[in-house]
């Protein structure tokens, strides 16, 4: 299985505007993936037409972190502080 970052360009058929968005897809190929995000996307655009889908990544799913944001302050802090972790698990 891959992950893919496609962005889709098309009309909103709510707003008639010219838009782009991004999509995240597990498929097994490139076929595969290009048709799942232009299937989900074509539900939003006018006419259900799709302009243009753009693959922006293409990589092999991995276990492990994927995402990791960057820090910021937070508005609150946490009240209590965070449960030791249970030894022997």
Same mark, same amino acid.
Not at 50 to 67: F, M, R, S, T
């Given at each position: 299985m891959l992950r893919y970052r496609l962005t889709a360009y098309y009309e909103d058929k709510a707003t008639e505007v010219h838009v782009a968005?991004?999509?995240i897809v597990i498929a097994e190929d490139d076929k595969e993936a290009v +048709?799942? *995000?232009t299937a989900d996307v074509a539900r939003d655009a006018a006419g259900g037409r799709v302009a243009a889908i753009q693959v922006l990544e293409k990589a092999p799913i991995? %276990?492990?972190v994927v995402y990791r944001s960057d820090p910021y302050i %937070?508005? +609150?802090w946490p009240a209590t502080p965070a449960p030791a972790? *249970?030894?022997g698990s």
């Amino acid at each position: 299985m891959l992950r893919y970052r496609l962005t889709a360009y098309y009309e909103d058929k709510a707003t008639e505007v010219h838009v782009a968005q991004t999509v995240i897809v597990i498929a097994e190929d490139d076929k595969e993936a290009v +048709r799942s *995000a232009t299937a989900d996307v074509a539900r939003d655009a006018a006419g259900g037409r799709v302009a243009a889908i753009q693959v922006l990544e293409k990589a092999p799913i991995k %276990p492990g972190v994927v995402y990791r944001s960057d820090p910021y302050i %937070p508005f +609150r802090w946490p009240a209590t502080p965070a449960p030791a972790k *249970a030894q022997g698990s």
